[in-house]
């Protein structure tokens, strides 16, 4: 699976952005898919997952900020993001998963930078 992340870019404290993730796969729909973030000098982490059956779970440090969605129609996962703070800037990673007869793949995309200015 190719993931190619876009969207991502320079924006204020207090704006939004929106960052979209296309697959290049038809079984989309099939995938686990997620957004992960790596500031520099710090460890990739976690920001949202939604699974194939579209239920989402997120950080606790963007809860109520962020929201992940998919659309299986044009293969592509997006995270919307509103109120950003100067901490969100890092560089944001889409991930896929899937589980074929009980081994996991794990897909991830090159990467979009999101920089917030305070």
């Known amino acids: 699976v190719q993931l190619v992340e876009s969207g991502g870019g320079l924006v204020q404290a207090g704006g939004s952005l929106r960052l979209s993730c296309a697959a290049s796969?038809?079984?989309?729909?099939?995938?686990?898919m997620g957004w992960y973030r790596q500031a520099p000098g710090k460890e990739r982490e976690l920001v949202a997952t939604?699974?194939?059956?579209?239920?989402?779970n997120y950080a606790d440090s963007v809860k109520d900020r962020f929201t992940i969605s998919r659309d299986n129609a044009k293969n592509t996962v997006y995270l919307e993001m509103n109120k950003l703070k100067p901490e969100d800037t890092a560089v944001y990673y889409c991930?896929?998963?899937?589980?074929?007869?009980?081994?996991?793949?794990?897909?991830w995309g090159q990467g979009t930078q999101v920089t917030v200015s305070s």
């Open positions: 939604i699974t194939s059956s579209s239920s989402a």
């Open positions: 991930n896929a998963v899937v589980k074929v007869l009980a081994i996991t793949y794990k897909y």
């Open positions: 796969r038809s079984d989309f729909s099939i995938f686990a």
